[in-house]
């Protein structure tokens, strides 16, 4: 627990917590997002955890974030659709106690691809979505590589960008066509860019320049 002091008290900082499904390309996409990004814009992230617990099942990471929570805290579960069952009683779980759900179908590397191109079509499988993405990596891509955001996002950070406004026109288009259902019911679909703007909330209004 992160503490400062305070007046010749102690008191709790607020943290952010998230927990991922993947044990490698989330959490190297959002560490290098943090390390990278808004290191760039002249501010440094503390207390935000990143990690995936022991149960990386939905609800296992719903119960993880609700195990650790604190009042002060914000809390964050990423995870994609794969063959999951319970995510409709995680996507409510998660409502209920305003924990943060950002979700992707078919799979996480639905929001890489759109750092480079804005498609509606649906996929069966990661590995059918990654055969695509190889195209627009020099070495193919590798879903374990350790600078996923810089190689994604681009020196410059302009296909984040892109991505973000490519993520918000694909819901609105995906919830348009798809009326009446649910969110995790929908090829393709991702909201990771609203963990992102949540992750910049956080850390300006928890830590200066």
């Not at 990143?50 to 964050?76: C, F, H, K, V, Y």
């Not at 659709?81 to 779980?93: I, L, M, S, V, Y």
């Not at 480079?116 to 590995?127: E, Q, W």
Request: with cysteine.
């Amino acid at each position: 627990m992160t503490r400062k002091r305070n007046a010749g008290r102690w008191s709790i900082r607020p943290v952010m917590r998230i927990f991922s499904e993947g044990e490698r390309t989330e959490i190297n996409y959002v560490r290098g997002y943090i390390s990278s990004y808004l290191k760039s814009k002249g501010y440094t992230a503390h207390d935000i955890i990143i990690e995936q617990p022991n149960d990386s099942s939905p609800l296992g990471l719903l119960n993880a974030a609700r195990q650790t929570r604190l009042p002060m805290d914000e809390m964050w579960i990423v995870f994609d659709c794969d063959q999951h069952q319970h995510k409709p009683e995680t996507f409510r779980g998660a409502a209920e106690e305003g924990i943060g759900v950002a979700y992707s179908s078919i799979s996480f590397e639905t929001w890489i691809l759109l750092h480079f191109t804005y498609s509606t079509r649906s996929y069966r499988s990661c590995d059918e979505l990654i055969k695509v993405l190889d195209r627009h990596y020099p070495n193919g891509y590798d879903k374990a590589m350790n600078n996923l955001f810089e190689a994604t996002a681009g020196a410059d950070h302009s296909r984040l960008l892109t991505a973000i406004a490519n993520a918000k026109r694909l819901n609105r288009e995906m919830l348009n066509v798809n009326v009446g259902k649910a969110t995790y019911e929908l090829n393709p679909y991702t909201n990771v860019h609203e963990l992102l703007a949540a992750i910049d909330a956080f850390i300006m209004k928890n830590h200066s320049r």
